[in-house]
């Protein structure tokens, strides 16, 4: 997605410009741009590409040499291809801006403008919006009305960050729906769209609030409401370091993230448990709201909404309170139905998946008491969540989710074994039981999944050639198989489908042939002999078949190609471990195939756009 960043200061513009977009290059893009004040003018430098396209562009022409104020810009194309002219930064001669998100009314924006004489040379809604802030500016002589008017003209989603000529050393932003951080240094201060872009520089930073203007010179910043008054927002420490958002010796980020998997459960769950129970008073998250929720609604995008169907599972089995997972995208549009009685738990990696967040409002809406579960702190849904329970995942670099969801579900039981015992439906000593093992046993499990990684890496090998394939689980089971497909599908661009076991036999049994393998997961013991049985099927139709069962499992390697044991665990919590196996086995066989691991194609990290 669309990354941004802005300098002001003694140092070099464009280069802590171009430093801040490599940072934000994890996040996806087609295209980018700088521009920066030279002697009074705005100087642009574009390219489609990479960054280091634009990098090379600025080393040749030396025209933004010796600039100490600029905006840069990582774009992922929505209106417009790919292109150097549909690149950011857009603007005139005058004004320069560089945005993140959606400007939905563009079209009678643009039309307006052109009756006003402005002419467009992109397809982009971002030079809309820079040539609206031009056409207010030259009516009304105040750059900060301009940017009022502007943001009253906009419908949609924006953060931008603005240069006007005739105010050098300045930076201008303004947000709304978008994240936008304002840096803060010593003489020298930044905008950003994520923290990560500056981490290099400083680690405090104010989160501008939305529908909000800052006006940043190298030793001021001025944030304002659309009355022009001045806010204050806490100035916030970043506890991520640089280290922590560059790959530490690791091939990928994606490998480094899973390895980080049992410090990340550790520093989720153990400030969350007191007394071996576990405990949301930090959180406000009150005992009342738990004990009388009538109904649990989990709501999300992706590997998030699929952490939501293992809290389905967990939270239905333990608390026998009906929950249901919906697709935020469809549950948006689909005019739930909600009550001040129900819960709705909103996941999000991000915090600003644009559809999650449009979820979120409408369930605010319909009275329902929301919950966020997200990892990055500040973000939208963070903040506009009744309530917010971090994941301290750390940051997540690689497109695919991997440390997130593992801390999602694992925090997602602990709230599961809260509620139960609230509701009665455990005891003391139970609840007990169930947290001491995520706390005490839950890391060093996951670290014993991840000692597996050399028969991952031989299971990866027997797929790596395939083009298509099955993943077969039934109960908890099927939905981790939901989840290790998409992992699969979208790191190694093998197409795979993932199937309720018993479900095969309904229609779809007619793809499996000795060119269709079968990853088969087998982790519940209750349910181990008719996935055997399920498994005899797809055999006898030709198919490989990886196992995934738990150790000690009964003649598991009499019944597949090749199995792979889970470390001993208890029943209720298996698909924390089976989930950093499947991980480890998406990435392998998409290392095996050579696919861009961290960048899959098409993809971004953070879908700000519905
Ligand atoms: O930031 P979020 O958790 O809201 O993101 C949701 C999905 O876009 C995300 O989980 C996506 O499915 C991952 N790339 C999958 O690995």
Same mark, same amino acid.
């Given at each position: ?108 924006? /643009? ?88 981490? !290099? ?36 420490? =970043? ?5 922590? =958002? ?27 448990? !007191? ?224 199937? =309720? ?39 006898? !139709? ?48 998409? /290392? ?19």
């Amino acid at each position: 997605m669309c990354g941004i960043t802005g300098y002001v200061g003694a140092r070099e513009a464009s280069e802590v410009v171009l430093q801040g977009l490599h940072t934000l290059e994890y996040r996806g893009y087609d295209s980018a741009g700088v521009a920066a004040f030279i002697n009074g003018n705005i100087n642009v430098v574009k390219a489609v590409g990479k960054v280091s396209n634009v990098e090379e562009k600025i080393a040749a022409l030396g025209t933004l040499k010796g600039a100490h104020c600029g905006i840069g810009h990582t774009r992922w194309a929505t209106h417009g291809a790919p292109s150097d002219t549909n690149s950011h930064p857009h603007g005139t001669e005058n004004i320069q801006i560089v945005h993140n998100g959606i400007i939905e009314n563009y079209a009678p924006l /643009r039309a307006m403008l052109q009756s006003n004489g402005f002419t467009f040379v992109s397809e982009t809604d971002t030079e809309v919006a820079a040539k609206l802030i031009e056409y207010h500016y030259n009516n009304c002589h105040s750059r900060e009305d301009a940017l009022v008017y502007a943001m009253r003209d906009i419908i949609g989603s924006y953060a931008i960050a603005v240069m006007f000529r005739d105010c050098p050393e300045t930076l201008y932003a303004i947000r709304k729906d978008n994240p936008l951080i304002i840096g803060v240094g010593e003489g020298e201060n930044f905008v950003a769209s994520d923290i990560a872009a500056v981490l !290099r520089y400083t680690k405090t930073y104010y989160q501008l609030g939305d529908l909000e203007l800052a006006i940043v010179t190298k030793d001021s910043i001025c944030m304002m409401d659309m009355d022009k008054k001045e806010v204050s927002h806490p100035l916030l420490t =970043a506890t991520w370091s640089i280290e922590a =958002a560059e790959r530490g010796g690791y091939d990928h980020f994606m490998i480094k993230e899973i390895n980080e998997e049992p410090e990340a459960v550790e520093k989720t769950l153990h400030p969350r448990i !007191r007394d071996m129970m576990p405990n949301f008073e930090e959180e406000n998250l009150s005992d009342e709201r738990l004990k009388n929720a009538k109904s649990v609604t989990f709501v999300a995008c992706g590997t998030a909404m699929h952490a939501g169907l293992v809290g389905k599972t967990a939270i239905e089995q333990l608390c026998r309170v009906p929950v249901k997972v919906e697709i935020a995208s469809e549950f948006r549009y689909n005019d739930p139905i909600l009550s001040e009685e129900d819960l709705v738990v909103i996941i999000s990696q991000s915090g600003e998946t644009a559809d999650s967040l449009a979820a979120l409002r409408l369930a605010k809406e319909k009275g329902a008491y929301t919950l966020g579960i997200v990892n990055v702190i500040g973000s939208t849904i963070a903040r506009e969540a009744d309530n917010v329970i971090y994941t301290w995942a750390g940051p997540e670099i690689s497109v695919a989710s991997t440390k997130a969801y593992t801390v999602q579900i694992s925090l997602i039981y602990l709230l599961t074994i809260k509620m139960a015992y609230l509701k009665g439906k455990i005891s003391e000593a139970e609840a007990k039981e169930y947290t001491r093992i995520l706390y005490e046993d839950m890391p060093s499990l996951i670290k014993d999944t991840i000692a597996k990684e050399e028969e991952i890496k031989d299971a990866a090998k027997l797929f790596a050639k395939y083009e298509d394939l099955f993943f077969i689980g039934r109960g908890i089971d099927y939905h981790l198989a939901m989840e290790g497909s998409l992992k699969l599908k979208e790191i190694s661009y093998i197409h795979s489908e993932a199937y =309720a076991a018993g479900e095969l036999k309904h229609g779809t049994i007619s793809l499996i042939t000795t060119e269709m393998p079968v990853i088969a997961l087998a982790t519940q013991e209750e349910l181990y002999e008719k996935m055997i049985s399920n498994i005899r099927e797809v055999k006898a !139709r030709g198919a490989k078949v990886l196992l995934v069962a738990r150790e000690g499992a009964k003649d598991a390697a009499a019944e597949a190609e090749k199995v792979i044991y889970l470390p001993r665990c208890e029943k209720f919590f298996t698909s924390i471990p089976l989930a950093t196996v499947l991980q480890m086995l998406a990435y392998y066989v998409a /290392r095996e195939r050579g696919c861009d691991i961290d960048k899959p194609r098409n993809l971004a990290k953070s879908v700000t756009v519905e």
